[in-house]
């Protein structure tokens, strides 16, 4: 069995934490699975500190995307090997999910596609302005067949206060 799971969800949605369980299920299941899980945050830690900055972003996401490319050449190339592909990543870029969907429906690969929706303390200290925009950029980008994880951690009022800032100086922008 081939599958891709794409997990969005903004920092401190619990990406990893479901990505992992995910993981756990598809090994469980295929003992002998080969496993990638692409996710950005790990190609910004250097020297084991973790470092948020835009251009640091901008080179993980190449990064990410060199290895997703990888991961699907290896599913074609051994169809009927049991590998696991799980992209966890904000997943606001609705392109870039087209783009694997598209090489999942070629390859007849499975897809599960989930959307997180915590609110946890983000554990590299992305800004909450970051934070919400991330989570605005998602809820705009609704994707067909996406499962919505029940939320463990809801938004806090602050948060929600926040959330409602932005979006009325975005639609002000917007209007412009």
């Avoid at 991961?71 to 696991?84: V, Y």
């Avoid at 429906?105 to 599960?112: M, N, P």
């Amino acid at each position: 069995m081939q599958k891709l799971i794409i997990i969005r969800g903004h920092s401190g949605s619990g990406k990893s934490t479901f990505a992992h369980q995910k993981i756990i299920e598809f090994k469980n299941t295929f003992s002998n699975a080969i496993i990638y899980h692409i996710e950005n945050d790990k190609y910004m830690i250097k020297d084991g500190v973790y470092s948020w900055t835009k251009n640091a972003h901008l080179q993980a996401k190449q990064f990410a995307k060199k290895d997703i490319q990888q991961a699907f050449q290896q599913m074609r190339l051994n169809p009927i090997a049991n590998i696991l592909l799980v992209i966890s990543n904000v997943g606001a870029n609705r392109r870039e999910i087209d783009e694997y969907l598209s090489l999942a429906e070629t390859y007849k690969i499975d897809v599960e596609i989930y959307r997180m929706q915590n609110f946890f303390r983000n554990q590299h200290n992305v800004s909450l302005s970051i934070v919400c925009n991330m989570y605005l950029d998602i809820l705009a980008t609704p994707l067909p067949d996406e499962t919505l994880v029940p939320v463990v951690k809801p938004m806090s009022p602050y948060i929600k206060q926040k959330l409602q800032r932005i979006s009325y100086f975005r639609n002000i922008k917007e209007s412009k």
